[in-house]
């Protein structure tokens, strides 16, 4: 699953393409697959007496267990009453992860935060909360068997977090939409090898490819940590009368990416999203 949105600030030359999770909203987990004004949606994610781990036996007689027999049953609505709502693991537990435990909650779906901060504000509004490191992969696992499906409240979760989730349960976004959103580099190849243009970028890994790279590209230009930069922490706008060492600094002599500058009428996000079964 991958997601495609934009954001706009002053002196950007390209509005990122993010694919996977999004800054300014993390898109594609279970809430936003069903909206609260879609009902009739809400029955897809109810478990229809039974827990995850319980063996069902649906009309066809085919026996569902574990992952597998949970996507099955989110694909079709629950037809009696049910025992328990899915429970919603969410990695991270800031204001974003706030905001979707309290969406979760107006559709009566409960949530479990998990987060290495013992004072995270969602943990105020979930139905519980584990406080672990996102490498404490035995935690991790005992946070797995807890939930039925996870998601994050951003990007800037690990890589190898997600790759022990998936193993264990439902993962949306999966381990490689994660790892691609995180790195610029990665994701701007990755929407340029789907025929997607892209504004003008170039590597920069030191103050010697960030001369090379501004010959390349131009001025004016922006530079831009490869990781964690956002809302234009993490950036420098180039127009070529600063000095490269000196732009160099200021990022913190991280890896980083030069991009062109882009003329443009408007300015259009968008939000994708595919059901499990594709």
Not at 60 to 65: K, V
């Amino acid at each position: 699953p991958f997601v495609a949105t934009g954001r706009h600030h002053p002196g950007a030359g390209l509005r990122r393409a993010k694919v996977g999770p999004a800054r300014t909203a993390f898109l594609l987990h279970p809430l936003r697959l069903f909206p609260p004004a879609t009902a009739g949606f809400i029955h897809a994610w109810q478990l229809v007496d039974q827990d995850m781990s319980d063996n069902t036996q649906p009309p066809g007689g085919t026996q569902e267990t574990g992952k597998q027999g949970l996507w099955q049953r989110l694909k079709r609505p629950a037809m009696c009453s049910m025992r328990r709502m899915i429970v919603i693991g969410i990695l991270g537990g800031g204001q974003l992860g706030r905001m979707l435990a309290l969406a979760a909650a107006r559709l009566g779906l409960k949530c479990h935060i998990y987060a290495p901060e013992a004072d995270s504000c969602a943990f105020q509004v979930s139905a519980a909360h584990t406080v672990a490191s996102y490498q404490d992969e035995q935690a991790l696992r005992r946070f797995a068997g807890l939930v039925d499906v996870v998601t994050y409240e951003f990007e800037n979760v690990p890589s190898e977090t997600a790759k022990v989730l998936e193993q264990i349960c439902p993962l949306a976004p999966g381990s490689k939409a994660l790892a691609t959103a995180q790195d610029r580099i990665a994701e701007k190849q990755f929407v340029a090898s789907l025929g997607i243009a892209v504004a003008p970028f170039e590597a920069v890994e030191s103050v010697l490819s960030l001369r090379d790279a501004i010959r390349t590209i131009g001025a004016p230009a922006i530079l831009k940590t490869r990781r964690f930069g956002y809302d234009g922490k993490g950036q420098v706008r180039l127009t070529g009368q600063e000095s490269p060492e000196v732009a160099w600094a200021d990022i913190g002599k991280a890896p980083a990416v030069l991009e062109g500058m882009v003329s443009f009428e408007c300015e259009v996000s968008v939000i994708a999203a595919r059901s499990w079964s594709g």
